[in-house]
């Protein structure tokens, strides 16, 4: 398929949709009520660099800008639209708004198919029809777009990320795009482009999924679909896509109870749970089952080189914690193999007595370890040829009581959080395999608030030197076996030719 | 099965074991290290209202308790021992404390058979000879007893909750031990008796199940298995069992590389994984597949009504929260069925318009509909006769922006969820039906700790009013529909006969 502009699929002007330098927001009022004046407000909060022209036939000011009282009135051509009006309004703003040069539009306003109404129907015809002369069109009943690079937000989104990433998100549910952003942020998930296409009147699912695999600023895909309006292309555009770049769907509605949630959602055609899944392995993307699977594994592929893990050492405390791991692993189809003889005499070496195992998993016998035993721990596990990658377990919630038996000092302070991972850092560069954090919290206690903010602050510390932090194992190999099975799969697939 | 002495199974004096009133620590070092030093404070620091007698050869006092050279110095009998010398000395250790007349002791000492040394295996021979001879034996190489009423704690338990509750807990690992009595203390499990027993070289699974099927304190036993000494036995116990109260299982070691794990962690055989479903199916006890749901499905049998529980409604806000509720429900097997027209009306003229929907899932349309509104939603769903129980979804993380809008003050001070709990609390009491609260929280950014914070209260909130909170729907009905099955499969053979 011939791409001339690296921007535009079939002729839509999307650099003109995700990087717009002239903004409308038709639906501002001088009240400072409404959706329009959040949309604002949210964009002046995250940093918007562009021009934001409000509009509201009763004219004023808002924020300190001027308020337009209509599209016509603003005094040069726009790139982008924002439309928060009430239904009934909608056809028309959207038509100015396609007179006034933009190249496509989100519509926040609800009232439209969803309802299940004749009107609410007609409504959205309308919407199409303007539309088909030239404007596209996200939404109606959607959040729209968030777009870090350029500052554009989703509606209720003033405290997202301003820093870009690897991952798009295309999602039918404005409620789970903004969810998987907010949790991407902490959990590190950074995003190119995020979308919320609602009842998707004009863009949707097939001409974004092709938009991404195209552009350069994405390289993973995620989307959450209800349903697809032309199987046949998705499944066209899904392929070619996932054949790309790694593409994780999250399937709402493949209950028979969800579908018809569906309907009243955002009234789209569900489709059968067996044909999903099938679809969805024949194209090779990665089916995930709810939205914390999907930022597990969206962090998996964001994080860890693209290549196939199997076997993995896991460096952790306590007996029935190894136990786990080995079901867990199994599970998703690793192994956690015994290391080699030499191997395991090295971190015999180094580990404390008694106590401790150089088995895999490697029992480290107690949760203060020092970063410097666990970075001669990390380096001798890697190597071990066999092993791909490495996950270490800190239970850092026993600091607790080292900084209670200290007396003034915060758990903070007695962690050892910052020299770990730094020492982790320079294991994965050394050893050319990724480590995993994984730190659960056991003592979830409204009085240990203090253990909470020392594994926020080590989430990031280690998120800052691009190593991922799960809470549990479990999440941490699923997601490792996403990004394991789909690289796996592809190689087979290209040496089928 | 006659039971003469309701604290006694064939002869063992459990009320000594579990309530001691005079207890004789052997390891307790007046300079103040090791694992016998460690329990002693714990014990001090949980409030252990009997008599402690520390023993060490070389004498001494620690924590102002007089250390006796020998068990025979001290000066009355004993009714248990907490042992923790190095494993050569533990079986004279044991042969004292048996003269000294103690009902049972455990061995927090590892060094056993755990090492797969010949050495190891002649000790816990030597071990179980002198048990034979009229001592109980937990361990070794475990954590020992928590048990609130009487005030023992596990070796690493200083800050378990005080409370008693209906949940037995007989574990293989201490680790597993000390973390559910850990995350049940904060996710509102209360424990009758938690006993950690090792390698299980005398007291083990079978017996321990059948004195907690006549222990009127349990309601609810729960336990982490890794493998039985005594197959058949294991069946017999768990049925008669499971036919009287719930019984939660959890099998670690069902993978291949799990039941290797097993060997070195407690030496037990793990057995296969189709044996073991069909065993605990058989039972009619409930599986589990690990630690969290082993929590989430104690805390439903603590606090659910002994009942099946088919029909959800499900109150909360966000099209895809519904979309996502109802696979939930399918896939545990229930359903969120549409609720009578009636019902559907009277919720209709309480809910905020535009964006709400009476359907089920209710989409209370915005998250900061007050208290009153829904407690008049959650009467009226309930007066649909089909619906079993609700489950309210609170986003309350959204009330950082209203902190945030009002300036100065906290997201607690703004946040309903006391007025919510009392309100939900009124709802139950009229309505018999119960209802969980479900409280995600998508914001957990260092920035945001006070949500966590205000999440906390709200959690204790809701459980002092015996409301179950869960962090997720999924979580939630998982935990629901093991009650249900258990007491759908109950009824069923007890109609049998």
Chains 1, 2 share one sequence.
Request: charged share 25%; glycine share 10%.
């Amino acid at each position: 398929m011939a791409c001339e502009n690296k921007y535009a699929v079939d002729g839509t002007d999307f650099e003109g949709i995700f990087n717009p330098q002239r903004l409308a927001i038709i639906g501002v009022s001088s009240r400072g009520v409404g959706f329009g004046n959040g949309i604002l407000l949210s964009l002046l909060a995250i940093g918007y660099k562009g021009k934001i022209y409000p509009v509201n036939p009763k004219g004023g000011e808002f924020a300190g800008l001027k308020i337009y009282e209509t599209v016509d009135d603003i005094p040069e051509e726009i790139d982008f639209a924002i439309i928060a009006v009430p239904a009934h309004l909608v056809p028309q703003a959207l038509e100015e708004c396609r007179k006034k040069g933009a190249a496509g539009a989100e519509i926040l306003s609800a009232g439209f198919k969803e309802l299940g109404t004749p009107e609410g129907a007609a409504l959205e015809e309308e919407i199409k029809r303007v539309a088909s002369n030239g404007i596209r069109v996200l939404g109606p009943n959607c959040f729209g777009i968030y777009c870090p690079k350029s500052g554009l937000t989703l509606l209720p989104g003033p405290d997202l990320s301003r820093e870009s990433g690897p991952v798009a998100f295309l999602s039918q549910s404005g409620g789970l795009a903004i969810d998987f952003a907010h949790i991407g942020k902490w959990m590190g998930v950074r995003f190119s482009k995020v979308v919320s296409f609602g009842n998707g009147a004009d863009l949707r699912e097939n001409e974004l999924i092709e938009y991404f695999r195209r552009d350069s600023e994405t390289q993973i895909i995620s989307m959450y679909i209800e349903g697809v309006e032309d199987g046949r292309e998705f499944f066209r555009v899904l392929k070619n896509a996932a054949s790309e770049k790694p593409v994780i769907v999250y399937k709402g509605g493949l209950s028979d109870a969800g579908h018809r949630a569906v309907a009243s959602h955002t009234a789209s055609l569900g489709g059968n749970r067996i044909i999903w899944e099938s679809v969805i392995r024949q194209c090779n993307a990665v089916q995930v089952r709810d939205l914390w699977e999907l930022v597990h594994t969206s962090l998996a592929f964001s994080l860890l080189p693209r290549r196939v893990y199997k076997n993995v050492s896991v460096i952790g405390g306590g007996g029935a914690l190894g136990v786990d791991a080995c079901d867990v692993a199994e599970s998703f189809g690793m192994a956690i193999p015994a290391l080699e003889k030499d191997v395991r005499e090295s971190i015999e070496a180094v580990l404390p007595k008694p106590g401790s195992s150089a088995a895999n998993p490697v029992d480290v016998a107690n949760p203060y370890v020092p970063p410097n035993i666990l970075k001669e721990v990390l380096l001798n596990a890697a190597g071990d040829k066999r092993i791909d990658l490495q996950m270490l377990i800190q239970l850092f919630y026993h600091y607790k009581s080292i900084s209670r038996s200290l007396g003034a000092k915060s758990v903070e302070d007695v962690t050892p959080y910052r020299g770990l991972a730094n020492a982790v850092e320079k294991v994965v560069k050394t050893t050319n395999k990724p480590v995993i954090l994984v730190c659960p919290n056991i003592k979830q206690e409204l009085e240990y608030i203090d253990i909470e903010r020392m594994m926020r602050k080590t989430r990031r510390t280690f998120l800052d030197r691009g190593i991922p932090v799960f809470s549990n194992l479990k999440d941490a190999f699923r997601a490792v076996s996403h990004v394991s099975n789909y690289y796996e799969r592809k190689v087979m697939r290209e040496d089928r030719g």
